[in-house]
């Protein structure tokens, strides 16, 4: 039997492709998702892509009797990687409450089980928002937090802060967060990858609606901004490589080789590019001419923020490997394959 780990939130995004991952290096996965932005058919695609279907527990986390429940049942769990939340920032704003209650209840049943069934392993799904704008770049995990600019922000700058209380009187418990900055992109196989529900917040999910003709123009929020082309700059991460730095976090942890109990690590490329970059190196890499226009700035929006990725790349051992280009044309490819275009 391999080492088990439990992924909260499995059928999202990151977990899915952190799954593959996970299978790939070993591990025996089981997912808990309750659905509520994905798919069970990510199940099936996972199992295309490993040729091993994961365990499937299907129930929202703020349900703590069925917690305990799946961890009378699995109870070999060795880590949990806890993706499970609500991310959308623009959502966050509307409904603050609904936020709060389930991303960090979410995580404190996740933590009252880790006690009650000796489980010692965590790699929290953290994020660049914690940094709000930063005075100075590129940002390093020193860099001081600020106040988030989003209740879902500041949802992940409270779950570091409780995770930091409880690694402090529990101390069979370890945990290592990961601060993403933009995940971005698809498998390669395209059988998984984003797939926002309604219109999408984000920047390259719209660009690849936009191009499939689902969105009629791309707004970019900006274009008169303290930058080189004036739109805002952002540090995008490919979402496979994302995925590995999970499984090396994981490594880590169970190889008990991390240095603190509580870790942390920007997970970004280090390299800043612009809205209007994206864009463009989007227009090359598919041969796909974008409609799009120049709008008002975003409420909210960061000006620029990107990763030093010194700690990642040497204490971590993690590099980001794929090109943005590349990494535009596996979220085109799947476009295309979830349009059948
Ligand atoms: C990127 C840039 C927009 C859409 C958020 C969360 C972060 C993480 C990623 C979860 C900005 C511009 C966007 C559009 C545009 N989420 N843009 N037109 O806001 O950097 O980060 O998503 O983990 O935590 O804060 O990402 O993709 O929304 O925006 O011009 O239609 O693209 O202004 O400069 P963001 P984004």
Same mark, same amino acid.
């Given at each position: 039997?391999?080492?088990?780990?439990?992924?909260?939130?499995?059928?999202?995004? +990151?977990?899915?492709? #952190?799954?593959?991952?996970?299978?790939?290096?070993?591990?025996?996965?089981?997912?808990?998702?309750?659905?509520?932005?994905?798919?069970?058919?990510?199940?099936?695609?996972?199992?295309? +892509?490993?040729?091993?279907?994961?365990?499937?527990?299907?129930?929202?986390?703020?349900?703590?009797?069925?917690?305990?429940?799946?961890?009378?049942?699995?109870?070999?769990?060795?880590?949990?990687?806890?993706?499970?939340?609500?991310?959308?920032?623009?959502?966050?704003?509307?409904?603050?409450?609904?936020?709060?209650?389930?991303?960090?209840?979410?995580?404190?049943?996740?933590?009252?089980?880790?006690?009650?069934?000796?489980?010692?392993?965590?790699?929290?799904?953290?994020?660049?928002?914690?940094?709000?704008?930063?005075?100075?770049?590129?940002?390093?995990?020193?860099?001081?937090?600020?106040?988030?600019?989003?209740?879902?922000?500041?949802?992940?700058?409270?779950?570091?802060?409780?995770?930091?209380?409880?690694?402090?009187?529990?101390?069979?418990?370890?945990?290592?967060?990961?601060?993403?900055?933009?995940?971005?992109? *698809?498998?390669?196989?395209?059988?998984?990858?984003?797939?926002?529900?309604?219109?999408?917040?984000?920047?390259?999910?719209?660009?690849?609606?936009?191009?499939?003709?689902?969105?009629?123009?791309?707004?970019?929020?900006?274009?008169?901004?303290?930058?080189?082309?004036?739109?805002?700059?952002?540090?995008?991460?490919?979402? !496979?490589?994302?995925?590995? *730095?999970?499984?090396?976090?994981?490594?880590?942890?169970?190889?008990?080789?991390?240095?603190?109990?509580?870790?942390?690590?920007?997970?970004?490329?280090?390299?800043?590019?612009?809205?209007?970059?994206? !864009?463009?190196?989007?227009?090359? *890499?598919?041969?796909?001419?974008?409609?799009?226009?120049?709008?008002?700035?975003?409420?909210?929006?960061?000006?620029?923020?990107?990763?030093?990725?010194?700690? *990642?790349?040497?204490?971590?051992?993690?590099?980001?490997? #794929?090109?943005?280009?590349?990494?535009?044309?596996?979220?085109?490819?799947?476009?295309?394959? !979830?349009?059948?275009?």
């Amino acid at each position: 039997m391999g080492r088990q780990v439990l992924v909260t939130g499995g059928t999202g995004y +990151i977990g899915s492709h #952190t799954v593959v991952e996970l299978q790939a290096a070993g591990y025996d996965v089981v997912i808990i998702d309750d659905l509520s932005n994905s798919t069970a058919e990510v199940i099936d695609n996972i199992e295309k +892509i490993s040729g091993i279907r994961p365990a499937f527990e299907e129930f929202n986390l703020l349900n703590n009797v069925q917690l305990e429940a799946f961890f009378e049942k699995y109870s070999d769990i060795d880590a949990i990687i806890h993706f499970a939340a609500f991310k959308a920032v623009g959502e966050s704003v509307a409904k603050p409450l609904s936020y709060y209650r389930n991303n960090l209840v979410s995580l404190m049943n996740i933590l009252d089980c880790m006690s009650k069934y000796h489980v010692s392993n965590l790699v929290f799904s953290s994020s660049c928002t914690v940094y709000g704008q930063p005075d100075q770049l590129p940002v390093t995990e020193n860099t001081p937090k600020k106040d988030a600019e989003s209740p879902y922000g500041n949802t992940k700058a409270i779950s570091e802060e409780i995770l930091r209380d409880v690694v402090q009187v529990t101390p069979q418990v370890n945990v290592i967060a990961l601060r993403y900055f933009n995940p971005i992109g *698809a498998h390669p196989t395209s059988l998984i990858g984003e797939l926002p529900r309604g219109v999408p917040g984000n920047l390259v999910p719209f660009i690849t609606q936009t191009a499939a003709g689902i969105r009629q123009q791309l707004s970019v929020f900006g274009d008169d901004y303290d930058t080189p082309d004036g739109s805002n700059i952002r540090d995008y991460i490919n979402v !496979v490589d994302l995925a590995k *730095a999970h499984v090396i976090a994981i490594d880590r942890l169970i190889n008990k080789t991390n240095a603190e109990r509580f870790e942390f690590f920007n997970i970004g490329t280090g390299k800043g590019v612009s809205v209007l970059e994206v !864009v463009h190196t989007f227009e090359e *890499a598919t041969g796909v001419k974008l409609n799009y226009k120049i709008v008002d700035r975003r409420p909210g929006d960061v000006v620029k923020i990107y990763a030093d990725t010194t700690i *990642a790349n040497t204490v971590l051992g993690w590099k980001a490997e #794929t090109s943005l280009a590349e990494t535009l044309l596996s979220a085109w490819n799947w476009e295309k394959s !979830v349009r059948n275009l």
